[in-house]
Antibody, heavy 117, light 107 residues
Framework: EEQLVESGGGLVQPGGSLRLSCEAS????????MHWVRQAPGMGLEWVSR????????TYADSVKGRFTISRDNAKNTLYLHLNSLRVDDTAVYYC??????????WGHGTTVTVTS | DIVMTQSPATLSVSPGERATLSCRAS??????LAWFQQKLGQAPRLLIY???TRAPGVPARFSGSGSGTEFTLTIDSLQSEDFAVYYC??????????FGQGTKVDI
């Protein structure tokens, strides 16, 4: 079964850092672009970042550029999102998803990041 | 960035009726438009991609149309399990991806 499982969320103070992970199974991880999408409480979906199959090409939403870093370890079938300089408005459920010819066709269950003092 | 605007924000329909959801892009996204369904407490589910192609397992009552900047998701003969929030999404390859703000379909 093709699956994505996120982890690493938690409670953090403004200005703090966190690393999210997304472990993939059931498919050839290195063959897919991977994405992070977030959803603030009661709000809609916001695309955050993407990375290509070999990790050489990354793109970010303006809202996180310079603070978040996406990366991947294909040997471990794992996608990462490093969150730095966190703000209260980064509070959200963070989902990972994949893309090749079909965009965002499977999603993880999400991991919750709460930024509060 | 490309701004996606959905209408209406909320659509009230009865089971068995047809629902028509609209999505407008601030600039052409060609056919790179997808629709997602999200139920409370769940991850989004891909319904439609490339404007009109149903994802595997999606019932035929869901259909998509449009091109360029104007797109429509139609749900024929609404079932109880179709009451949810629907998001359109543009995925132009070399631009940041964006979602619409969502349309809630309820009774």
């Amino acid at each position: 079964e093709e699956q994505l499982v996120e982890s690493g969320g938690g409670l953090v103070q403004p200005g703090g850092s966190l690393r999210l992970s997304c472990e993939a199974s059931g498919f050839t991880f290195s063959g897919f672009w991977m994405h992070w999408v977030r959803q603030a409480p009661g709000m809609g979906l916001e695309w955050v970042s993407r990375i290509n199959g070999d990790g050489t090409n990354t793109t970010y939403a303006d809202s996180v550029k310079g603070r978040f870093t996406i990366s991947r370890d294909n040997a471990k079938n794992t996608l990462y999102l490093h969150l730095n300089s966190l703000r209260v408005d980064d509070t959200a459920v963070y989902y990972c998803s994949r893309d090749r010819s079909t965009p965002l066709d499977i999603w993880g269950h999400g991991t919750t990041v709460t930024v509060t003092s | 960035d490309i701004v996606m605007t959905q209408s209406p924000a909320t659509l009230s329909v009865s089971p068995g009726e047809r629902a028509t959801l609209s999505c407008r892009a601030s600039q052409s996204v060609k056919y790179n438009l997808a629709w997602f369904q999200q139920k409370l407490g769940q991850a989004p589910r891909l319904l439609i991609y490339r404007t009109s192609t149903r994802a595997p397992g999606v019932p035929a009552r869901f259909s998509g149309s449009g091109s360029g900047t104007e797109f429509t998701l139609t749900i024929d003969s609404l079932q109880s399990e179709d009451f949810a929030v629907y998001y359109c999404h543009q995925y132009n390859k070399w631009a940041p991806w964006t979602f619409g703000q969502g349309t809630k379909v309820d009774i």
